[in-house]
Structures are given as C-alpha cells and as structure tokens.
C-alpha cells in the first residue's frame, strides 16, 4: 500500500501557473515511485501569497488532518516579501515544523523541508524598489534560520536557493509571470529532493 504524503506550503508547493503534474511535490512523489517507494499523490495545503501564520490557520481550519507517513514544508517568501522580521519568522516557522512532525506521527525523519528560492534573481524581482541583492541577502537569512531550526528538530533540510539562483534568467525555468517557476524548474528542485526523500522513506 501506497504510503500517504502531504505537502504544505505557499505558491511554490501547490504551483502556481503551472499543471498539477508540474509541481515539485506531485513530481517528487512521482520520482519516488519510479524508484520503487511507493508514495501516494500528496495533499497539498498551500495557496499562492501564504505567509507562516496564514498557513498555520489554515491547518486549525483544516484540522484533524491526521497521520501522515511523509511530509514536506516550503513557507516562507510572503513574510519576507511583506517585510517582515526573520525574528517573526524563526518563531512562526518553528511551530509550523513541529506540527508537521507531529502529522508524521512524532517522526522528524520522515519531515523534508525545502528552501526559499530566491525570487530577486528572476525578471519579476529585477523590478522591485529593494533590488536584487538586499532580497537575496534577506532570504540568505530566512533560509539560515529555517535551516538551523530544522538542524535542531532532526528535520532533513534541501536547500534549492542557489539553484533557483543559478536558473532564474533562464525563461524555460519560470512561469510567464516571470516570477514562479516552471514545470522544469520544480523537475530541478525535485532532483535535489528525491535522493533525500528516498533515504528517509527507505529507512523505515
């Protein structure tokens, strides 16, 4: 029997501008079932424009969810898009890591957090007032903090930001808005994530 996976998040988890084939949670779990672990299409719980605490009332509302054999988390972008402190952030997203382990049954090795890309790099974020280093440098900083408390918690840690980096001028690497990514981007995400996936999913 296929085991059960849900995937929280923001723009990036439930892919916007892009096929529900495309999204990065949907082609992992497909990637990981073409290596032979079966694991079920995820739920997603995201929606575009999700900061940490409107994903957190989003799962009281969606509450009980349940056990879950696997979990993802990727939030984030919105606080630090509305200006918000990476001080907020470390709280808010601690709790959110420790609700998504609690969704896998108490079990931090069977949680995979991914990284915040970094949206200053794409076309969209070319046009924004506070350029192109100050939001690298700000997510630079959400992104080491998310990773230190994922350190804390046992949680395995993906960190896609240099890649979303190195891809962002690419046009077949974004949505037309010019600021998500595409089908191929998430495709690159998910080889970074598939091999980490598979060893937490593997170890029973």
Not at 21 to 50: D, E, H, N
Not at 139 to 161: K, P, Q, S, Y
């Amino acid at each position: 029997m296929a085991q059960s996976y849900l995937a929280l998040g923001d723009s990036y988890s439930i892919g916007e501008a892009v096929p529900e084939a495309g999204r990065w949670p949907v082609q992992l779990a497909a990637g990981l079932r073409a290596r032979g672990v079966a694991l079920a299409a995820p739920r997603i719980i995201a929606t575009t424009g999700w900061t940490t605490d409107e994903l957190a009332l989003a799962l009281d509302l969606a509450e009980p969810l349940g056990d879950w054999d696997f979990v993802s988390l990727l939030i984030g972008v919105n606080n630090q898009y509305r200006g918000r402190s990476a001080a907020q952030y470390a709280g808010e997203y601690r709790q959110l890591l420790e609700r998504a382990i609690g969704y896998a049954r108490g079990r931090p090795d069977r949680v995979l957090a991914l990284a915040i890309p970094d949206w200053g790099a794409t076309p969209f974020g070319a046009q924004d007032k506070r350029g192109a280093a100050t939001i690298g440098a700000e997510l630079d900083v959400f992104n080491i903090t998310a990773g230190e408390i994922c350190a804390r918690h046992g949680v395995a840690f993906v960190d896609i930001a240099p890649l979303s980096r190195e891809l962002a001028a690419q046009p077949a690497m974004l949505a037309d808005d010019g600021l998500h990514p595409s089908a191929q981007m998430y495709a690159r995400w998910t080889e970074l994530a598939l091999p980490v996936a598979e060893g937490l999913l593997r170890q029973g």
